[in-house]
């Protein structure tokens, strides 16, 4: 109890899903209902239906406390409309201002999610013991992991927003689609924001995460002898060291025989 009031956590995870539900709420009104609205996509049942479905992906989200659904299924489900209506993203609908906004409350939504699922584990017991290593000076090696996360944090704004910036907002690129694409723009403007999300989930995934994930997942060394040792035993035989210790015990047994 710190001044006055207890920790309860109940009341902290309510709290921690109606800011999550907010911020989700404000991307799905940014992203998908006010440019519906401005470009008048929601006139049939089945518009509606499937703009209205990220909210079912949030609230799934929320009931379940899945990072998963939060940080992966319910922006997939935001981008699905504009698969399916590119105009929703044309570029008459965002100007470099709301783009600016829209990129903020995106970002804002999944920092902001990633933190209040902290929220859901456990409380830790009342009584606890630091450790005696609480008071040494933080190592080398946890110095650099939590620079390679900030990094990693920076990249995961910065990429995605110049390539989205760069599809729609280059005026080489959007006079390049006026003149080959003429009627189309708004198709081909959407493709190629698909396309440059893609293209940064597979650079993220494939070279930032694997060229650091000894510097992420664990110390280097030990990361680098783990790696040595589950590629060794994927051979299907054991190592030398094995028939060396096989044939001393059968020496050895030889000679117990022999001395009785």
Excluded: C, K
């Excluded at 920790?7 to 992203?31: E, H, K, Q």
């Excluded at 070279?207 to 051979?235: K, N």
Aim: no cysteine; charged share 15%; proline share 7%.
């Amino acid at each position: 109890m710190t001044g006055g009031f207890a920790f309860n956590p109940t009341r902290w995870r309510a709290f921690a899903d109606a800011v999550a539900f907010a911020l989700g709420v404000n991307v799905w009104i940014s992203v998908i209902l006010l440019p519906g609205l401005f470009v008048g996509t929601w006139r049939t049942p089945g518009a509606l239906l499937l703009g209205f479905a990220p909210l079912a992906v949030l609230l799934v989200g929320l009931a379940r406390r899945s990072d998963s659904v939060l940080l992966f299924a319910f922006p997939a489900a935001v981008l699905a409309p504009t698969a399916v209506y590119p105009d929703l993203i044309a570029s008459y609908v965002y100007g470099p201002v709301r783009f600016a906004l829209v990129s903020a409350s995106v970002i804002g939504y999944l920092f902001g999610a990633s933190y209040l699922s902290s929220w859901y584990e456990p409380v830790e017991p009342v009584s606890t013991r630091p450790l005696a290593s609480a008071s040494e000076p933080v190592p080398a090696r946890w110095r650099r992991r939590f620079r390679v996360y900030a990094g990693l944090a920076l990249l995961s704004v910065a990429v995605p927003v110049a390539l989205l910036w760069q599809v729609n907002f280059a005026t080489e690129g959007q006079a390049f689609l006026r003149e080959l694409y003429l009627g189309r723009v708004a198709s081909f403007t959407a493709l190629l924001n698909l396309a440059a999300l893609a293209l940064w989930v597979l650079l993220y995934w494939s070279v930032f995460m694997g060229t650091l994930r000894p510097h992420r997942t664990g110390d280097r060394d030990l990361v680098f002898a783990l790696s040595a040792l589950r590629s060794e035993s994927r051979r299907g035989r054991p190592r030398p060291v094995f028939y060396v210790g096989v044939v001393a015990a059968l020496v050895f047994m030889l000679l117990l025989l022999a001395t009785r």
